[in-house]
């Protein structure tokens, strides 16, 4: 699949574009992001889009004009883009790491390329140690300080990529495998089975006789860049998407402890063995073996969890944060599902940053099986994000109603906004206007480096005002890429509580608030709104990173509040 690779040229050339000072550049910069995210979060490869439909297949893809259709024609033909190096010539630095740490944007990434030589990563890293940053104009102690931050960030990483990057490639292996005609299955394990927000790598489980075969198979797929090992029964490889990913092939009888072992996590395995240990047993990956030595684990997982007197959990709980005494007292709560959603509460449109009309956004909702979903596009603070006016939304107003007479109740498109959530804690639209809204999610976005109390304070104020309904990412996290705000998350469970305010589970990158977090504020009274935040048609599909978080916080479906069906939904809503 070519969809990271062609995603992230595109994005690049956007970058690369917003330091060029023509008239329409800035216009090419929003068409070039935009289709990067379409290409990026695309579900299926754009190879075979391309393959069925040729340019004109490419060009329904939202956000993606004759231009940068034309692009990626050229790419999947050639592996190159002449705009792309006719650019790069004129930018030759890895502007797209660069740019990627939190505190450097492209045209300080230019200047730092002009006037101290900084192509990469390394470059940077030496002169922040030589302090030579901080003594460019325009820069300054704060600066200079700000990029190693962001930098320190990003090395805590580790290298760790964001499973909405990953999860696309593996599940495309796995059926490729599943497919193969070569084993009898194939399954994810490891933390992209436990849904981690990132993961080091994929590990991949098969059973099949033809274990050779099978490594013969997958070392030639099309994701595999290059072969680390080749063995009989196990190899490893590193994925073109720049992450690696192992594969076993196992027995049959042994299957069952073999998932629960690579499955992990760690923690959680050392822990299940110990109790293995105090039953008279030895747990490994081959096996659970009896005194005898006779391998009694059998093909499933749950059998391994029965014979020790253990709940099977889901793999999402599998953390050591509790879920082992859980699963020995028979107490696994159930988890909240996909299958539990009904509609998503945070969703733009054209109106705002979207890419695709308030139709096409009800319509792939309602295929998807949704009862709702909430129209909540940006307001005035955010012009970069083509933020609306109390007028403006009068008007997506009556348009929100005239679409639902003709759904007839079949769906409903529910008023709302992302309404921003200023310095000082007001919100940056009239009363009168978010007095009309069914869903109103509000949202920090701009002034993020103010100290823990002010911040805290800034959004209690703006649940207090009791017209939002939903917070939407409360730490202002991103994946890998900014952290959270300082905020004392408690007490903004303790306002969202008093103020019948839903948490938002953003399902994006941003991944906010995230597993630990949900954790640290169920004990409050309040529900949590699991939400792709969807700027085009294709990404209410990542609401499954949403659920992996929620479940891995071990939320139940009577704490989702965009679990209920359209009519109790309204009623919560309703003020
Ligand atoms: P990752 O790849 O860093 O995102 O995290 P995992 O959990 O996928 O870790 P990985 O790929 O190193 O190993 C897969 C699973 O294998 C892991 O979750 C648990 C199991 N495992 C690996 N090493 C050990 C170990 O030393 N002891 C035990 N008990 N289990 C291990
Ligand atoms: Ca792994
Ligand atoms: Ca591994």
Redesign the pocket.
Known sequence: MKNKEIADIINEIATMLSLEDFATARFEVRAYQKAALTVGTLQEPIEEVYQKGGVEALMELPGVGKSIAALIEEYLKTGKSKKYEMLKKKYPFDIASLTAIQGLGAKKALRLYQELKIKNIDDLKKAIEQHKIAKLEGFGEKSEELIKTGLGFMASGGG?MRIQDALPTADEMIKKLNESGLVEKAML????R?M?E??????ILVISNKPEKVMDFFTKMSNVEAIIAKGPTRSAVRLNIGLNC?IRVLEPESFGASVQ??????D???QV?TIAVGKGYKLN?YGLFNKKGKNVGGSEEESIYEALGMQWMPPEMREARGEVKLAQEHKIPKLVDVNDIKGDLHSHTKQSDGANTLEEMAEAAMKLGYEYIANTDHTPNLPIANGKSDKEFEQIFKKVDKLNETLKGKFRVLKGAEVDILKNGALDLKDSTLKQMDCAVGAVHMNTTMPKKEMTDRIIKALDTGLIHVLAHPTGRKVNERQAYQVDLEKVAEAAERNNVALEVNATDRMDINDTNIMLVSKYKILFAIDTDAHRTQDFFNIRYGIGTARRGWLTKDRVLNALPLDKLIKKLSR
Request: hydrophobic fraction near 25%; proline fraction near 0%.
């Open positions: 760790r394990a490891g933390s992209a436990r981690r990132t993961v080091g790598d994929l590990d192992d072992y690579f499955t992990g996590s760690k959680h395995n050392i063995r990956e």
